[in-house]
């Protein structure tokens, strides 16, 4: 792609692929996840949903019209000529939405990850390839920690893909994944200065101070290096033990914007962008200060570093007493609103998945344009 760089990142389940997307995230780089494009293609409205009915039939389809994800999964993963039948619907779709999100990037790295990258035209635009490798070990116990399967079933899953060894022998860069977040941190970053251009000189952080004046709020990405100062407000704010440790592994899960006034840390945003579509699932605040100024420093700045990432839409859990200040929410152009009344089956998605116990779903859409939209 002229003037991007391009990294593929590929590798077996559990072996910590979106960890590493997101760490390079943080690091700069634009990031795109292949596989939860795929899902895009063929939703109500875009370009391969009446592809997809014609090749498979109208029974996929829900109460609501959208195909049903569940069945279209169980015809495919048990016929083979099914399965090449839907990729070459699907696959040209994600390509095209690919090169359009890397065209529109401002940012000159850009991460694509898929698990089939290898084995599909992708491949061809990207200039180097990263595949994550870990001991099976550390595969199972994710599969059971995180999804809930059985030992056997994590196996069964494991077993089932592509040998990563053939993976690896072709990878520019391979990441290992023994569990700890710490060395797999040391990893990407050692492999971002190397590989990336001009990385090592970018990372360097300059020594410039910005005065704030004195009361008034600053905002910034947080970084691993805050972790301890992360963990102790969430720990005394939400009133729920969380550790360096827990924060660290959330860095590979989510960004983290925190607020300071005076130079003291009063406030954060536990954010990230997937598939398009920002969540915010935490929000802290001090309860000394101007809760209105304070979440709208920090809300305009997610909505800034979102705009970065491309996302369609903004989705705020709000939890306690900020699920109770709708009129605060409707000036920062917020409107109250339940999963299903949001008309984007990705967003739908996104709300369902993302929504914490307890919470209040606040929407606002970001862009009218749309990837994957009919042309």
């Known amino acids: 792609m002229p003037g991007k ?25 634009y990031t795109i996840d292949a596989d939860a494009l795929t899902h895009r293609t063929y939703a109500k409205g875009a370009p391969g949903y009446q592809q997809v009915i014609d090749k498979f039939g109208k029974w996929l389809l829900n109460k609501d019209g959208e195909i049903d994800r569940k069945k279209l999964g169980n015809l495919v993963f048990s016929d083979p000529e099914a399965m090449k039948q839907l990729e070459a619907i699907v696959h040209p779709l994600v390509r095209q939405a690919a090169q359009i999100l890397t065209k ?59 040998a990563q060894s053939a993976k690896v022998a072709v990878a520019n860069i391979v990441i290992t994944n023994t569990g700890s977040y710490d060395d ?4 990407v970053g050692e492999a971002w200065k190397e590989i990336v251009p001009g990385a090592g000189e970018a990372a360097v952080e ?98 800034s570093a979102s705009g970065e990432l491309q996302s369609e839409a903004s989705l705020v859990f709000a939890l306690h007493e900020l699920s109770n200040q709708e009129e605060l929410w409707k000036q920062l152009g917020y409107e109250r609103r339940t999963p299903e009344t949001l008309g984007v089956q990705a967003w739908q998605d996104a709300a369902t998945e993302s929504n914490p116990p307890g919470s209040v779903l606040f929407f606002k859409q970001l862009r009218q344009d749309r990837v994957l939209r009919p042309i």
Not at 19 to 27: D, N
């Open 5 to 29: 760089f391009v990294i593929g990142l590929t590798g077996n389940i559990a072996t910590g692929k979106s960890v590493v997307r997101r760490m390079l995230e943080h690091l700069g780089a």
């Open 104 to 162: 529109r990037a401002t940012q000159p790295v850009v991460v694509i990850e898929a698990i089939k990258l290898l084995e599909g035209e992708l491949r061809k635009v990207c200039d180097s390839i990263w595949v994550t490798n870990a001991p099976e070990e550390v595969q199972v116990e994710r599969l059971v920690r995180k999804r809930g399967l059985t030992r056997g079933q994590a196996l069964e899953r494991i077993h089932s893909q592509s």
């Open 184 to 187: 797999l941190w040391k990893q």
């Open 206 to 303: 300059t020594a410039v101070i910005k005065k704030t004046p004195t009361g008034e709020f600053s905002v910034k990405r947080g970084k691993p290096k805050h972790s301890a100062s992360i963990a102790e407000l969430i720990t005394r704010l939400g009133k729920r033990k969380v550790t360096a440790s827990d924060v660290m592994e959330d860095f590979g899960d989510k960004a983290y914007m925190i607020l300071e006034q005076d130079g003291q840390l009063v406030g954060l945003a536990g954010w990230q962008v997937e598939n398009l579509v920002t969540r915010t699932t935490e929000i802290y605040l001090e309860e000394h200060v101007n809760a209105q100024k304070a979440l709208e420093t920090l809300v305009k700045e997610v909505e």
